[in-house]
């Protein structure tokens, strides 16, 4: 569920930025609700996957481990607007998009690494791929 969430969020942000170039009034308006949907579904069973492993991965450390994710979640927030406004400024509308797409889809084959090297073992590097995930993915505000 984690990976599929990762790859399908991912996607569909890479495929919202060319939506520029759809067909204005309702079919644009369709294809944003769409798009958007499919990227919600992803990135909320990403998400709560996260969550699962994490305390999975950290049972004597829950609180601190998703107090980690979280502030790692609000960076994400913070630098969101200028690095998306920096893009937007490099390149236009869709590079933005892109970039955090193809950024997310480059988790994917590590996540399936480390998913496969820390089954029921706790391990630093796993919380921190984790953060970093939940960081990119909190960076919401690169898409407005």
């Known amino acids: 569920m984690f990976l ?3 790859f399908l969020s991912g996607l569909c942000s890479i495929v919202f930025g060319f939506l520029v170039n ?5 079919p644009f308006i369709s294809l944003c609700f769409v798009i958007q949907s499919f990227g919600a ?9 996260s969550f699962t492993i994490l305390a999975h991965t950290f049972p004597k450390n ?9 502030l790692f979640s ?4 913070l630098l969101g607007p200028p690095l998306g406004g920096f893009l937007y400024a490099l390149g236009g509308y869709e590079v933005p998009f892109i970039v955090v ?3 997310v889809l480059l988790t994917v084959p590590v996540n399936m690494i480390i998913l496969l090297s ?3 073992k706790s391990s630093f590097s796993y919380h921190l791929l984790l953060v970093t995930y939940q960081a990119l993915r909190s960076d ?3 898409h407005h």
Not at 22 to 26: C, E, H, I, L, R
Not at 41 to 49: D, K, P, W, Y
Not at 62 to 70: C, F, P
């Open 41 to 49: 579904i992803g990135c909320a069973s990403s998400m709560t996957s």
């Open 101 to 103: 797409g193809f950024l």
């Open 22 to 26: 759809a067909p204005d009034g309702v």
């Open 74 to 77: 609000g960076l994400g927030f």
């Open 4 to 6: 599929s969430g990762v």
């Open 140 to 142: 919401k505000s690169l």
């Open 118 to 120: 820390v089954q029921g």
């Open 62 to 70: 829950i609180t601190t481990a998703l107090g980690v994710l979280e």
